[in-house]
Each structure stands twice: as structure tokens, then as C-alpha cells.
């Protein structure tokens, strides 16, 4: 049974308190702040499960910078937003826990995850992956709208190497590093299942490299440029390989300007799924 529309559960102060009712937040009043990067480092580490890892994600407040920034966006808001509550909190991953997959962005939206609570949802690059991963099967809808929505995605999940929408879309290497143990404890959680990580744009192909490294896995050498379709394996201590597949981010700057085609994104989510399943690229 589909959920209301966040939009109709006014009143929801900005940012959106834990435990308040928001769909899909899975925070409470009791749930653990990390106030520094030593903390972030130190709650991951004891998350013991991805709801742990979402949970205390969301509540974050390890960077000033950024907590400053997503917080003023969710009270001023975009105009043609002005009606409805902003999540103003880090946006944690979402979709299968058994995932095979994992599609590794850059930052919440300003205006998008950072209003709807939920991982490219209500804006133009959510529109890209999430059709493309309905045309691939893998996702129920192609459009993303709010968090209430219904959408759900089978044997992919979704995670940000930056938890916080950051002004500009350009995190500090500081906030970008500070960040960087809730992806490394979502694939440590996941290592029973994911096999393929699908990196939207240079900067998350860059910090999966780093996970990896921070994991002990792998990593070729020279280390493996970003690239379009680029491939590159990953080798876990236990002799298992993840393969990272390069894709052009779906921002507007790619998909209007023709940089990245609704084909070319297919083909690099087929190649993906491929291989995280085990089947050999056709």
C-alpha cells in the first residue's frame, strides 16, 4: 500500500527531526551523532547491520560546512518547492540489502535528495538512472517523485561517496574523506552479495578505489583511470573479485549536452549487471 506524499505530511520542521515519520527514515531521537570524522570512523565501524549504517548516516553532523549548507537549503528552499518540507539531513543508500550491484554516486541534490530523504529522487539525474534501471528490470517505475513513492530496486543498491548535499556539488577533500567509512562499512556488509560496483562519474570511481584500498582488496596498478565503460577488478582478501564499471554521471551537464545517451547509460548498466551476476560481458 502506497504511503502518502511527504508533501501532505506537513508539519515537518526543516531539517526533518529523527523518529518524526518521514518514509523511510529509520533514525530515532536515540539514534547516535557523529560530530567529527573520528566519530563517523568509530560509529560505522560498530554499525553491525545497514540499517545501523543508514540510521546513524542520517544523522551526521561531522562537517560544518555541509551541515550548514543543507540545512539553509531545506528552510529557503527552491521556489517552485516552497509548499513542501525538505528532508535537510544526509541522505543514507537505499534499495536491496542482497543487492548484487552497488551504483556509487557523488552527493545528495540540493534540491533533491535533499528534499525527499531518498538517493537521486526529485531531481533530473533520479529521472536518468531510475529509468534506465527500469529499462535494464531491475527497478519497479521509472520515475522517482518522493520517498512515499513505491519505488523499489531488485539486486542493486544505491549509495553517495558523500553523504551531504555540498555547495556547488564540490565536496572538500576533508568532508569527501570524513565521509568515506559509512560507504566502506555498507560494502563490508554487503560483501556476501555485491559483486559489481557501477561508479557514476570520476569522483565515485575515485572513492571506491579507496574503500578498496582501505579494505585490504586489490587494486591494479597503475591505478585504474575513470573512463566511460571503463572495467576494472577489484580483489577482496578472500580471493573474490568486484568489478568497477565507469559510467558518465547522469547530471544535466552530461545528459543535455550529450555526453552520456540513454544508450550509452544502458550499455554501461547492462555491463554492470552482467558482471555482477557473474556472466561474461556479451
Known sequence: MRLPHPRTREP???????GAG??????????????????????AAASSDLADVDACSTVCRACPRLVAWREDVAVVKRRMFRDQPY????????????????????????????????????????????????RAGVANQAESVDAADGLA??????????????PGNAP????????EPWLRRELELTAGTVRGVLALGAFGWGAVLTVARHLGWS???????????AVAPLTRPDGVVVHLV???HVSQQNTQTGRLTEAMLDDALALALRLSRGTPPA
Open 12 to 18: 515537518f520542521a526543516s531539517p526533518v527531526p529523527p
Open 22 to 43: 518521514w518514509p523511510g527514515d529509520v533514525a530515532s531521537p536515540a539514534t547516535p551523532v557523529a560530530r567529527s570524522a573520528d566519530d563517523v570512523a568509530r560509529l
Open 172 to 179: 572538500l577533500p576533508a568532508e569527501r574523506d570524513a565521509c
Open 246 to 248: 565507469g559510467c558518465y
Open 219 to 229: 587494486v591494479p596498478r597503475p591505478a585504474p583511470r575513470f573512463g566511460h565503460g
Open 87 to 134: 528532508w535537510g539531513r544526509p541522505a543514507a543508500g537505499f534499495g536491496d540489502a542482497a543487492a548484487t550491484l552497488l551504483v556509487a554516486g557523488l552527493a545528495p541534490a540540493a534540491n533533491g535528495a535533499n528534499r525527499t530523504g531518498r538517493l537521486f529522487t526529485g531531481d533530473r539525474s533520479g529521472d536518468w538512472i531510475f529509468a534506465g534501471l527500469h
Open 153 to 166: 530496486l531488485t539486486g542493486v543498491r544505491m549509495a553517495a561517496a558523500v553523504r551531504c548535499a555540498p
